[in-house]
C-alpha cells in the first residue's frame, strides 16, 4: 500500500529530530558565565559639596569596597537634614564609583555588557572614557553594551559610574544612595536572547495538563543572517519534562520573536504551600554548535479574582493575608543581601503571611526570586507618583521623559515570576481625582496589558470611594456616595483600597463588575516592649494627617498594645476582623510588614524610623504578630503579655493572643485568676491583675484538656548577656549572613524587659560586623557600628561572612554584665 504523503513528511522530521539529536557537538561552552557577578574590587568618592562640586580629579580619596553599597547608611543621623525625618534623617549626596577590569581577547567577538539592579538615583555611567547613558529611577534595572569601546587582553578598562542623590528630599521614606543592588558582566554570542528576553505564559491549565507558551525574542548583532536551530527543553527540578526545537532564519542587525507552543502532561502545580517551579531552558545552536544558553524560572497556576468569592488560586479560595514592605533592610540599609531578604520573608512566613506588596516601586530581583521559591502572591507596584509631585525633587520631574520606559522595563523583568498577580500601577497618586489621572491610567493600563495580559491591573486609591455616614441611622447614604475616578475609569482589572475599611463591606454594591483588593490597610502603630495602660481605649496618633502632633509619650513611644492607630487607619483586629468576615474580599496588605527607616508616624525628630512594623526594625515580633499567627496559622499559638516587671499593686492589663483551644485560665504565683474565652470575632482576651513579683502562667485548653502552657517571670537585676545566631553555619562567599540577638536577662536567665544598656562586640576571624540595631525609633546610634544600646532587653548583631572557611568567634561585652561569645562557622 502506498504510504501518505503527510506519512512520509512525519518520516523525515523524525529523522532530523534524530539526526540533531546525536551531532550536537559535545564540548560545547559553560554558559554559567553568560551572565556573572560584577561587585567585587570597586572604588567609592563621596564628593564635598563645597570643594569638590560634582566632579572628580587626581586629588580625589577613594577607598575600597564591594558593591551592593548604600553610602547613606554609614552617615550620621542629622536633625536638619535635608532628607527630613520623612528620609530617615539621613543624608544623600554625590557619590562616584569606579572599576578597573581586563577582558579575555578571546571576548573580542562577542557581546559584553554591563547590567545594574538599581542604582540610587540620577546615575550616569561612563566607560573608558565613554558616555554610556543616564537613569533617574533608582529601583528599575538597566543594561549598557560595552563591545565597542573595551580594551581587551592585558589592556585595562575602567568603568566610572557618578551617582547623584544630592537634591533633597526626593522621597517620603528612606531611600539610600548609591549603587544599592547587584552588578552584572553579561557575555553573549553576537546571536543571543535578548535582555529579558522569555515571556513564558499557561494558556490553559488543570491536573492533568497544562500548555506552555514561550515567546522568545533573539537579537542577531552580525552583519550577516544566521540561520539557527532554537531547542526549548523544560526542567522540573533536575528531571527533564519535555523539549520543542525550531529552525529560525535571522537577519543581519535585527530581532526575531519566535513563539513556541508545549505540552505538560500532569503539571506540578505553583501554591503558596507548595510553590514548586520548572526551568526553561532556549539554547541557540548554529552548525550543531551550541553557541548560547538563557535559562527562564517560571510557574504553572491558574488564578482569578472573583467577586462573589475573593481570590481563587488553582481552584481554591484563598484569603491573601499580606503586608507592604519598603526595600530597606534595617541596619544595613538599601544595600541588597539576598540572605536578609529571605530572613524578613521567613519571620513573615512563620506569622502566616502569604503576600507581599512591593511598596512603592519596583523590588530588587532577589525579593521576586525568593517569594517565587517561598510562596507569596506579590502585588508588583510601579509608582509613588506620576506628573505631581509628593516632594520637591521626586520621580515627578522625570516623569515626562521616563515612565513609559520604566514602566515597561519593569514589566519586561518581572513577568515570569509565578510570585506576582497584580501590577500596582500607582500609589495614593494626587491625580486620581482629576481627569488627567484617568488619562494616565489608561495610559500605564495599556503599557502593562501590551506587555502582559495574563494579571490584573490596579491602582492604590485613597480611597476608592467617599461614603459618608448618616448620622442618625448610621448607614452609608448612596446620594452622598463620591467615586475616586481612577476606580471608575475603566482602566483597572481590581480596585484597590488604601484604608477605609469601613466601606469595604459594600464592596460590590459600589462596584457590581470589579474585584476588591485591599491594597494598604491598618496603620497601627507601636514600640516593641512598651505598654500604655489602660489598653482598652483607642488613641489616634496624630489626631489628623495634616496637624502637628503634640502629645505623645516621653521617649516618643507608642503602646505595644494593639490601641494606637492613625487617623486614616485602624488598629490591627478592626480591619482583619473585616476582611476575614466576607469572603468576596479577596484579601489585604498591611501597613507594613517590617518597621522602616524614615516616615516616623505620629512622630518627628528625634525619631528616625517608623512604628507602623507587626516585626520591629531588628526583626523582632512585636506582640500584634502572634495575633495574627493564631488566626493565620495552625501553629498552637498561646502569647501573654505585657511583661512581668512593674510597681507593687500596679493595675496591668493582661491580654493573650490564642488559638486552637476553647479558653485560657491565667494563675499568679500558682493562684487562679479565672478562665476567659474569646466571644464571636474577638480576637485577644484580657484580664486586669494587680501586680505581685514572682509567675503569671496562662493555660490554654480545649474540651478540658491542656493545649499549650506559657509563663512571664519577673526580671531580677539584669545580669548577663546571651547570644543566639539565627544560622551558626554560613557559606564562606563573602556575602552570607548569620543574625545574632542579643538578650540582657538577670542571673536565672529570665529576660530584663526594662535593659536599656550599651553592649560593645568584637569579632575573631576575617567575617565582618555590617550592622547592629536594637528597633528603637530613636536611636541615634550608627547602624554601623560596633556598640548599640538596648531595646527592653534586646539587640541585634550582623556577621557577614568572609571567603575563608574558618570559625569566627563573636563576643557581646556590657559593663556590670557578663560577657557571651558564639561561634559561627564558615564553610
Keep these: 500500500m502506498k504510504k501518505p504523503t503527510y ?29 556573572v557577578a560584577f561587585n567585587i574590587g570597586w572604588s567609592f568618592h563621596l564628593n564635598d559639596s563645597v570643594k569638590d562640586k560634582d566632579t572628580i580629579n587626581s586629588s580625589s580619596i577613594w577607598r575600597k569596597l564591594n558593591l551592593p553599597h548604600d553610602w547613606s547608611i554609614e552617615g550620621k543621623f542629622d536633625e536638619n537634614s535635608p532628607a527630613g525625618y520623612g528620609g530617615g534623617s539621613l543624608n544623600g549626596g554625590l557619590g562616584w564609583y569606579k572599576k578597573s577590569f581586563k577582558v579575555a581577547l ?3 567577538d562577542k557581546i559584553t555588557s554591563i547590567l545594574f539592579d538599581g542604582v540610587y538615583r540620577n546615575s550616569k555611567i561612563w566607560i573608558n572614557g565613554h558616555y554610556l547613558g543616564k537613569r533617574p529611577n533608582g529601583y528599575i534595572g538597566f543594561q549598557y553594551e560595552l563591545s565597542p569601546y573595551l580594551n581587551y587582553g592585558d589592556k585595562i578598562n575602567e568603568i566610572i559610574v557618578k551617582v547623584d542623590n544630592s537634591k533633597q528630599p526626593n522621597s517620603r521614606w528612606y531611600s539610600g544612595s548609591g549603587i544599592f543592588r547587584n552588578v552584572w558582566l553579561e557575555t553573549t554570542n553576537k546571536l543571543h536572547v535578548d535582555q529579558w528576553g522569555t515571556y513564558v505564559t499557561t494558556p490553559k491549565v488543570s491536573l492533568r495538563s497544562a500548555s506552555i507558551h514561550l515567546e522568545t525574542t533573539f537579537k542577531n548583532q552580525y552583519n550577516s543572517s544566521k540561520n539557527a536551530v532554537v531547542t526549548t527543553t523544560i526542567f522540573q527540578n533536575s528531571t527533564k519534562v519535555t523539549s520543542a526545537f525550531q529552525n529560525i532564519t535571522i537577519a543581519a542587525s535585527k530581532n526575531q520573536v519566535l513563539n513556541q507552543d508545549i505540552i505538560i502532561k500532569n503539571p506540578v502545580l505553583w501554591s503558596v504551600e507548595k510553590p514548586d517551579q520548572y526551568t526553561a531552558v532556549t539554547t541557540i545552536s548554529i552548525e550543531n554548535s551550541i553557541i548560547d544558553e538563557y535559562k527562564t524560572t517560571f510557574g504553572i497556576r491558574n488564578f482569578k479574582f472573583d467577586l462573589d468569592k475573593g481570590f481563587i488560586l488553582n481552584g481554591k479560595q484563598v484569603k491573601i ?53 517561598m510562596g507569596f502572591i506579590v502585588m508588583d507596584e510601579a509608582f509613588d507618583m506620576w506628573k505631581k509631585a509628593k516632594t520637591k525633587y521626586d520621580y515627578s520631574l522625570d516623569w515626562d521623559q521616563w515612565h513609559v520606559k520604566d514602566l515597561q522595563d519593569q514589566i519586561l523583568r518581572d513577568r515570569n515570576h509565578p510570585s ?25 493600563s495599556a503599557i502593562v496589558k501590551k506587555l502582559d495580559t495574563t494579571r490584573l491591573v490596579t491602582a492604590a486609591m485613597n480611597p476608592a470611594v467617599n461614603m459618608n455616614i448618616d448620622q442618625v441611622t448610621l448607614q452609608f447614604e ?15 482589572d481590581i480596585i484597590g483600597y488604601n484604608y477605609a475599611h469601613q466601606t469595604f463591606e459594600h464592596h460590590k454594591n459600589n462596584f457590581p463588575n470589579t474585584p476588591f483588593i485591599a491594597t494598604e490597610t491598618t496603620s497601627a502603630l507601636a514600640t516593641r516592649g512598651y505598654y500604655d495602660q489602660v489598653s482598652d481605649t483607642i488613641k489616634n496618633w496624630p489626631v489628623r494627617w495634616d496637624i502637628k502632633f503634640t502629645d505623645g509619650n516621653p521617649g ?91 510597681k507593687a499593686g500596679q493595675n496591668v492589663d493582661v491580654w493573650a493572643y490564642y488559638n486552637n483551644a476553647d479558653e485560657v485560665e491565667l494563675f499568679l504565683n500558682g493562684k487562679s485568676l479565672g478562665t476567659k474565652k474569646k466571644i464571636g470575632d474577638d480576637l485577644h482576651i484580657m484580664w486586669q491583675v494587680p501586680f505581685q513579683t514572682g509567675t503569671l502562667k496562662a493555660v490554654s485548653r480545649k474540651n478540658g484538656k491542656i493545649v499549650k502552657e506559657t509563663a512571664i517571670q519577673t526580671a531580677e537585676n539584669p545580669a548577663k548577656l546571651k547570644l543566639t545566631a539565627d544560622r551558626n553555619t554560613i557559606k564562606a562567599d563573602g556575602n552570607d549572613l548569620s543574625f545574632v540577638t542579643v538578650d540582657i536577662t538577670d542571673e536565672k536567665g529570665v529576660l530584663s ?15 565582618k560586623i555590617i550592622g547592629v540595631c536594637s528597633g528603637d525609633p530613636v536611636s541615634h546610634e550608627s547602624f554601623k557600628g560596633t556598640k548599640h544600646t538596648a531595646l527592653n532587653g534586646k539587640c541585634l548583631v550582623v556577621i557577614q561572612a568572609g571567603t575563608k572557611v574558618e570559625k569566627l568567634e563573636l563576643t557581646a561585652s556590657s559593663n556590670s554584665l557578663k560577657s557571651s561569645t558564639t561561634i559561627i562557622n564558615v564553610k
Design 478 to 492: 448612596k446620594s452622598k456616595t463620591y467615586y475616586n475616578k481612577l476606580a471608575t475609569s475603566g482602566a483597572l
Design 420 to 444: 506576582v498577580f497584580i501590577w500596582s500601577i500607582g500609589n495614593e497618586i494626587p491625580e486620581q481625582w482629576s481627569d488627567d489621572g484617568v488619562k494616565i491610567a489608561k495610559e500605564l
Design 106 to 108: 578571546e571576548n573580542k
Design 753 to 767: 524587659p526594662n535593659a536599656n544598656n550599651e553592649i560593645q562586640f568584637s569579632l575573631k576571624g576575617s567575617g
Design 7 to 35: 506519512f512520509l513528511k512525519m518520516l523525515s522530521i523524525i529523522a532530523l529530530i534524530s539526526a540533531f539529536s546525536f551531532t550536537v557537538r559535545k564540548d560545547n561552552p559553560d554558559f554559567s558565565t553568560r551572565k
Design 321 to 373: 493575608k499580606g503586608v507592604c514592605m519598603h526595600h530597606d533592610l534595617g541596619p544595613l540599609g538599601s544595600a541588597v543581601n539576598t540572605r536578609a531578604i529571605e530572613r524578613q520573608l521567613e519571620i513573615l512566613k512563620e506569622m502566616g503571611v502569604n503576600g507581599i506588596r512591593t511598596s512603592h516601586n519596583p523590588p530588587a530581583p532577589e525579593l521576586l526570586d525568593l517569594c517565587d521559591k
Design 556 to 646: 516618643n513611644t507608642v503602646s505595644a498594645y494593639d490601641q494606637v492607630q492613625a487617623p486614616w487607619g485602624s488598629t490591627h483586629e478592626a480591619t482583619w476582623k473585616v476582611i476575614k468576615k466576607y469572603d468576596s474580599l479577596a484579601g489585604m496588605y498591611i501597613w507594613t510588614g517590617f518597621d522602616y527607616i524614615g516616615e516616623p508616624t505620629p512622630y518627628e525628630w528625634p525619631s528616625i524610623s517608623s512604628y507602623f512594623g507587626i516585626v520591629d526594625l531588628a526583626g523582632f515580633p512585636k506582640d500584634v504578630y502572634y495575633m495574627y499567627q493564631s488566626d493565620w496559622t495552625n501553629k498552637t499559638v498561646l502569647h501573654l503579655f505585657p511583661h512581668w516587671n512593674w
